[in-house]
């Protein structure tokens, strides 16, 4: 990026200080054994809370690692004022006398990090990275005004961008609705799920994943059900044995179900519909056949997406404080499922893809326009510091004007 000439270009390490050595981890089930309501911050923004503080002053933290350092559209800094308690993934920055706090924050949000944050498998901005990071600093008043500017565009984005979040959870609600008035007609009579298999339920099997380049079993992840999404990105190669893997290889139509994830995705079903041996299933999944003769597996899984049967699975969830519930096979037995005739299942089944069909489409509009607004985003902060967001009176003339 490009300043104006007028600026100052300093070290990060000249206009701020850096209070990293005040930080203190402290793990979630000891935070839940000692309460409280001050702010528990961690990379990416708060990560609940604790009962003390160990900063009470505006500040600027920004990730030191686990933060999006290479996603253009993603925020990788934010504020933090009053009594507050910071862990040892993000870096405490407070300006210095020159230098607006907000300035800062959107600079760093904009900064490219290429060169900065390195890793592996998780980018880190170590401190002496991040205290060599350029800051253009221009006059404190030109500062503000460039802050009040950029705000008053990103007030407008910020609307827009509330109202696509609540358009999404609409038809996201309208579709939960739709399945739930079609599968739970009071007409059809209901039979606990552990009498319509045509074999017991199985538990999976986690291995340790092959060390790169070696060979292996393809396991599936959690994400491929979080998702519904049965494909090589969600899988792993483990060092499972073929001797293990028998009868856990994944068949057409086979129903799986989350036994422990976060409160609100343990119980999560999908239905596999690829070949044969692709991949086994791991000990976290819960594989379910139904009796085709009775019922469809296609209509078993509705039901268990369906809010109502996921929100019985998520009650009977147990777990600690601090880790993920779990729920058993006893669970899933006891679920009640409708059981309409054949014919009613089939209609049942294609009446809820025409709904999928129709949500997907609403869906992708409202996301490429979250896409759209994030591009603008990025555009305006660029914009800022790059001297040519003054004259500019909306977001889209910045955006054109950047894409010439």
């Known amino acids: 990026m490009t300043f104006p000439s007028s600026w100052e270009t300093r070290s990060l ?83 210095r006398d ?20 390195n890793g592996t498998t998780r980018l880190k901005l170590t401190q002496a990275s991040m205290r060599g990071m350029p800051v253009p600093i221009p006059h404190l008043r030109e500062q503000r005004r460039i802050v009040d500017t950029l705000e008053d565009h990103l007030s407008r984005l910020d609307a827009g961008d509330r109202y696509l979040v609540q358009n999404i959870k609409r038809m996201n609600g309208w579709a939960a609705s739709m399945a739930d008035e079609l599968i739970w007609s009071p007409g059809y009579s209901t039979r606990e799920l552990g009498s319509l298999l045509r074999e017991p339920m199985r538990n999976g099997r986690s291995d340790r994943a092959v060390t790169k380049g070696s060979a292996g079993i393809r396991a599936l992840t959690l994400t491929a059900v979080t998702r519904n999404e049965f494909t090589d990105v969600n899988t792993k190669l483990t060092t499972t044995s073929p001797h293990m893997a028998r009868g856990l290889w994944l068949e057409p139509g086979d129903i799986l179900v989350q036994r422990s994830n976060t409160p609100d995705l343990v119980g999560t079903t999908a239905r596999y519909e690829g070949p044969r041996e692709w991949a086994i299933f791991p000990d976290l999944l819960i594989r379910v056949r139904p009796d085709e003769e009775v019922i469809s597996s296609a209509f078993m899984c509705a039901v268990l997406r369906s809010e ?54 609403l869906l992708t509009t409202l996301r490429a326009q979250q896409r759209k607004s994030a591009a603008l985003r990025r555009s305006l902060l660029r914009a800022a510091f790059s001297g040519s967001l003054a004259g500019r009176s909306t977001c889209d003339e910045v955006h054109e004007e950047l894409a010439q």
């Open 13 to 95: 390490a000249e206009v701020v200080d850096v209070l990293d050595a005040r930080r203190i981890p402290v793990k979630a089930s000891d935070r839940a054994v000692r309460g409280g309501e001050i702010p528990y911050y961690g990379a990416t923004g708060q990560a609940g809370t604790i009962d003390r503080a160990i900063f009470d002053e505006p500040l600027v933290l920004l990730g030191e690692d686990g933060a999006p350092f290479l996603d253009p559209y993603k925020s990788k800094a934010y504020l933090v004022d009053g009594p507050s308690w910071v862990n040892n993934h993000a870096h405490v920055l407070r300006p």
């Open 98 to 117: 020159g230098l607006d706090r907000k300035f800062l924050r959107y600079y760093l949000d904009v900064f490219d990090y290429r060169g900065y944050a």
């Open 308 to 361: 109502r049967a996921h929100r019985s699975l998520r009650a009977r969830a147990k777990g600690l404080a601090g880790s993920m519930p779990k729920i058993d096979q006893a669970a899933i037995a006891a679920v009640q499922i409708p059981v309409p005739n054949p014919r009613g299942q089939e209609s049942i089944v294609n009446k809820l893809a025409e709904v999928e069909s129709t949500l997907v489409v």
